[in-house]
Structures are given as C-alpha cells and as structure tokens.
Nanobody
C-alpha cells in the first residue's frame, strides 16, 4: 500500500523556520520526482518546489527562492523542505506529491501538514 506521510508542520513566528518531512512507502521512491505543493486558506493549490528523482536538480517558485530548500534521500525514502524566513503568507497546508518518471505514470499525494506563520 502506498503511503506518503508529511510531518514537521506547526505554528511559527514570522522570520522563523520549519523543516517538513515526507516519508514514502509502498512504492519505489527513486522512480519518482517529488514536489511540495501548498494550499492557503480559501485559495487553490500552489506549487512550491520540486526535485528530480536523483536529487540532482531542484526547482522553486519565485517567492520561495532563497528561503526554501528541497532535498531527498532515496536510501531512506524521505524528502524534506527546509523553510526559512517564513512569512504570514506562507501559511498553508503543505502536501508532498510524487510522479513516476516513466510510463505508466502514477501520481500520489500525502495527507498534508499545516504550517501557520503568525505572531
């Protein structure tokens, strides 16, 4: 059975940091690219960051560049999102999302972890 489990969310003050984790099981993790996607209250899904299946290439939405760092370790089937200099507008539910890099293409989502940035 496929599982993607996010953790590490919480309440943090503006300017603070959090590190989100996404633990994968039930599939071959290094066959998949991985992304973090978020949804703020009352808004649609917003892509945050992505990483290649090897971890050698990383990508960020413009407003996250220089503040967020995505990484993965295929030996432990886990990915992370280090978030620094957090802003109130970063408040959202953060989801990890994986997509198989070859056909047939499978996609899986985690259940999400809440991040709240507030003083």
């Amino acid at each position: 059975e496929v599982h993607l489990v996010e953790s590490g969310g919480g309440l943090v003050q503006p300017g603070g940091s959090l590190r989100l984790s996404c633990a994968a099981s039930g599939f071959t993790f290094d066959d998949y690219t991985m992304s973090w996607v978020r949804q703020a209250p009352g808004k649609g899904l917003e892509w945050v960051s992505g990483i290649s299946w090897t971890g050698s290439s990383t990508y960020y939405a413009e407003s996250m560049k220089g503040r967020f760092t995505i990484s993965r370790d295929n030996r432990v089937n886990t990915a992370w999102l280090q978030m620094n200099s957090l802003r109130p507008e970063d408040t959202a539910v953060y989801y990890c999302y994986v997509r198989r890099k070859v056909t047939p293409v499978y996609r899986y989502w985690g259940q999400g972890t809440q991040v709240t940035v507030s003083s």
